[in-house]
């Protein structure tokens, strides 16, 4: 049997679908923005965006957009009947005292211990881009991550044993959602919630450098 | 009476000496870019910039880099295509890195008087190495230091004669930490308004932490 590995707005949909209503989440750059498009406008989800919005709402029509209005990518955005903005030290307050919900990161790197790599390749490397994972990642009362199962360079694993990537904190994240699984991590390492339709036991381990446990 | 106006840009950026610690807001919006291109013609050298992004190649931030007046960048996110990048890879700027919410946290602590703090933001990654640690409440955490400015140059949407701003949508982002953690804490404004124009309750940054205020309509 084969099987089609999400796309990034696939892996974002299918996170949509595990947030309830309620939730005040912060959402990362790259595949973790486009989850709020796949969440109904009638379940009542509140984003925040690290640049002190609080209810962030889609993408404003071409003809009303407001220069003063940008999210944590600064895209353009609108706010939703009952946001507000805060500063940034209030914002990071939200992120770092414990008060989301849930923060969705993408990521390099997750390994079965729950550590996350995300802002760099190389201990040396020029590129710095810490920016606010390092804040939400041990802050938020849950931490998801979403990331493609198999880098598209070298086409290794991004599910690991340990890290082989600079850390950007560790042992705190429960879930990592990816193009092809959903895997919880848990005391004993990575346990498979769900898999893509044709996917196999024995063809997700194998994309894995990590031991994957089934229950 | 109290009247923090300044006539012009020069004005306002009167005083600024070599080797100053200079705050910069802005994330997406909310930054001074009239005061930062005064900065420039002004010509003060060998300052630490403190700003969240190190910017791209055009904009405030690559502009104040390109003119070669900041000799230290300290913020969170440097892109290595970027004029900051370039230039801390050429050895040309020195850099330090610091985690948005520390950076935000360290800015409160200086306008704030809170002499340290320790948070687990970094203390298992390479920003720690070297650094002092403790465990609290079970948790590895980082000591971290505040970080205040010589200059803060601030972004405002109205402004009145002591000071008192308000701030647009998302461009409040760090206007009014930068402000309070800054020894001479510089304005431009969009609007003047009349003191008592602006809702008690709805001053963003109060007058106490401001020094001048230049009004640069849109």
């Known amino acids: 049997m084969t099987f089609r590995p999400l796309d990034r707005s696939g892996i974002a949909a299918r996170i949509a679908k595990d947030i309830p209503e309620g939730w005040f989440v912060n959402l990362g750059i790259g595949i973790p923005t486009g989850v709020s498009d796949h969440v109904p406008n009638d379940r009542e989800v509140i984003f925040h965006s690290e640049n002190g919005v609080i209810g962030a709402g889609p993408a404003p029509a071409p003809d009303k957009i407001d220069p003063y209005l940008v999210n944590a990518g600064t895209q353009h955005i609108t706010l939703r009947t009952g946001g507000s903005f805060v500063h940034h030290a209030d914002s990071f307050a939200i992120a770092r005292g414990g008060h989301l919900d849930l923060c969705v990161l993408g990521a390099f790197e997750v390994a079965e211990n729950g550590d996350i790599a995300n802002w760099a390749r190389a201990p040396d490397e020029l590129v710095k881009q810490v920016g606010g994972a390092m804040d939400l990642a041990i802050g938020a009362k849950r931490l998801w991550v979403a990331m493609e199962h198999i880098t598209k360079g070298h086409g290794g694993s991004r599910i690991r044993k340990l890290c082989s990537y600079p850390l950007t904190a560790k042992g705190v994240v429960r879930r990592v959602y990816t193009d092809l699984a959903v895997l919880d991590v848990t005391p004993r390492g990575f346990l498979v919630v769900d898999m893509i339709p044709g996917m196999t036991r024995e063809g997700l381990q194998d994309r894995s450098e990590a031991e994957l446990h089934w229950s | ?218």
Not at chain 2, 72 to 83: G, Y
Not at chain 2, 121 to 147: H, Q, S, V
Request: neutral net charge.
């Open chain 2, 1 to 218: 009476m109290i009247d923090k106006f300044v006539p012009d840009v020069a004005a306002a950026l009167a005083g600024i000496v070599d080797g100053a610690v200079i705050l910069l807001p802005g994330f997406g919006n909310g930054m001074p870019e009239t005061l930062v291109k005064g900065l420039i013609a002004q010509g003060a050298r060998n300052l630490t910039l403190v700003v969240n992004s190190g910017g791209r190649d055009t904009g405030p931030t690559a502009d104040l880099l390109a003119s070669g007046q900041v000799g230290k960048l300290i913020c969170s996110f440097v892109r290595a295509d970027s004029i900051a990048g370039r230039l801390f890879g050429a050895g040309k700027l020195e850099l330090e890195i610091v985690p948005q919410g520390t950076l935000a946290e360290r800015l409160r602590a200086a306008g704030a008087g809170v002499s340290a703090f320790y948070t687990p933001t970094g203390a298992d990654t390479l920003l720690a190495e070297g650094r002092e640690t403790r465990i609290i409440d079970g948790r590895n955490c980082l000591l971290e230091y505040p970080l205040p400015g010589d200059v803060a140059l601030v972004d405002a949407w109205e402004a009145d004669r002591w000071g008192n701003l308000t701030h647009r949508q998302s461009a409040r982002n760090f206007n009014p930490v930068m402000a309070m953690a800054a020894k001479r804490t510089i304005v431009q404004t969009r609007h003047v308004v009349a003191l008592g124009d602006i809702p008690p309750e709805n001053v963003h940054t109060p007058g106490v932490f401001v020094h001048r205020v230049v009004h640069v309509p849109a």
